[in-house]
């Protein structure tokens, strides 16, 4: 038996994590759960099912609607606030916290657990997209503290196990190429956002969507998997591959490669990471292999920029993920409201790395500098257009 906290516990992630301790109730016992609070009546569901002893909700208001909708429950405390998520990450006495929070938001709960000395099973990919350095020195000598949650990421830490690293050549994380793969550059200037909400393979959020859309998802893992396996960029590749059935490959030196495949189901990801080293039998479908083409294709670069100002960003280092990052939140959200195009995301995103002139250091407060830098630049940047 596991205990568990889940951060964002209402998001896409979060949900079928708790299908995942539904589906296996001797393994796993949920001592915590966090939202922001944009779901009241979701998570007072989840709280009634689930009986976790603490709740934290980052806002106060939602905080009063869930105690409402609850009633008469008891032996549930609530942590109020915007430190509500960390301060769960680092007091609440899980043996493993799922961080399935959205955005840059998540690299303070994801330190927090860290350095409690938790396991942390870790679907947000921003907290090592903007904080990287900081979160692998916290689990030096221990890296089975951090279990990728991330579909590709997931899948490349099975490739990779039982391997010697030093036989291993490069490796090649797939995606399915959303909503738009095969359009033109120009095309994309005339995308809706209800088309670019339509991914083909998977059902996330809005913001991961977007991003799936535009490519930077895929750049964003391409950082991701760098700090998580200690790859060099040029280790990293970027494969199409519309069928969503092979999530990761690693190639050795001696040229053969080891494909996971898998049915594109995060359930999977999400006990792989809950229940590491074992597998358990409540897996997801098998996939219909006489029933299933697999193809690849490159990248196109010039309708999808987002993915080569990712490896450049990786590259330069410093606080300069950190900035694309935070550019990036800003921008989809301006897409999402209508105000700016769908290629404009990037472009945007791509101007305020130009700018960017970063510390000679990485640290929590240069990473927020960086962080409210970029987000109030990128909003001059929209609002004068």
Do not use: C
Request: aromatic share 4%.
């Amino acid at each position: 038996m596991r205990s568990v906290t889940i951060l964002g516990s209402t998001g896409s992630v979060g949900t079928q994590a708790l299908d995942v301790v539904r589906r296996n109730p001797e393994r796993f016992k949920v001592i915590g759960l966090s939202a922001a609070g944009t779901n009241e009546e979701l998570l007072a569901g989840q709280i009634r099912e689930f009986l976790p002893p603490v709740v934290g909700i980052a806002d106060e208001e939602a905080a009063e609607e869930v105690r409402t909708h609850l009633g008469s429950i008891r032996g549930v405390d609530f942590v109020v606030g915007p430190e509500a998520a960390e301060r769960l990450a680092s007091e609440a006495e899980a043996d493993i916290v799922l961080n399935a929070l959205v955005g840059s938001s998540g690299l303070g709960p994801t330190l927090a657990a860290l350095q409690s000395g938790k396991t942390l099973a870790l679907a947000n990919k921003e907290s090592l997209v903007v904080g990287g350095e900081l979160v692998m020195d916290l689990i030096k000598g221990e890296p089975e503290r951090l279990l990728p949650v991330d579909s590709e990421h997931a899948a490349l830490a099975m490739a990779l196990r039982g391997e010697r690293r030093e036989d291993l050549k490069r490796v090649v994380l797939t995606g399915s190429g959303g909503p738009f793969r095969g359009w033109t550059a120009t095309e994309l200037a005339k995308a809706s956002m209800k088309e670019a909400l339509q991914h083909p393979v998977w059902s996330m959020g809005p913001k991961i969507t977007i991003d799936s859309a535009t490519l930077m998802n895929k750049g964003l893992e391409v950082i991701e998997a760098h700090y998580l396996f200690g790859l060099e960029y040029s280790q990293i590749h970027v494969l199409i591959h519309p069928e969503g059935l092979v999530h990761a490959i690693a190639e050795f030196r001696d040229g053969s490669m080891r494909a996971e495949m898998a049915t594109a189901d995060m359930r999977l990801p999400i006990q792989l990471a809950l229940a590491w080293p074992e597998r358990l039998p409540t897996g997801v479908a098998s996939l219909p292999l006489t029933e299933s083409p697999l193809t690849f294709e490159p990248v196109d670069h010039e309708a999808f920029p987002a993915v080569d100002l990712a490896y450049r960003v990786g590259g330069l280092g410093l606080t300069f993920p950190a900035v694309m990052n935070a550019a990036n939140e800003v921008a989809v959200m301006a897409f999402l409201e209508g105000k700016i195009s769908l290629p404009r995301i990037v472009e945007i995103v791509q101007t305020i790395v130009d700018e960017h002139e970063p510390p000679s250091v990485v640290s929590v407060v240069h990473i927020e500098r960086a962080d409210i830098w970029a987000r109030r630049r990128t909003a001059e940047i929209i609002e004068a257009r």
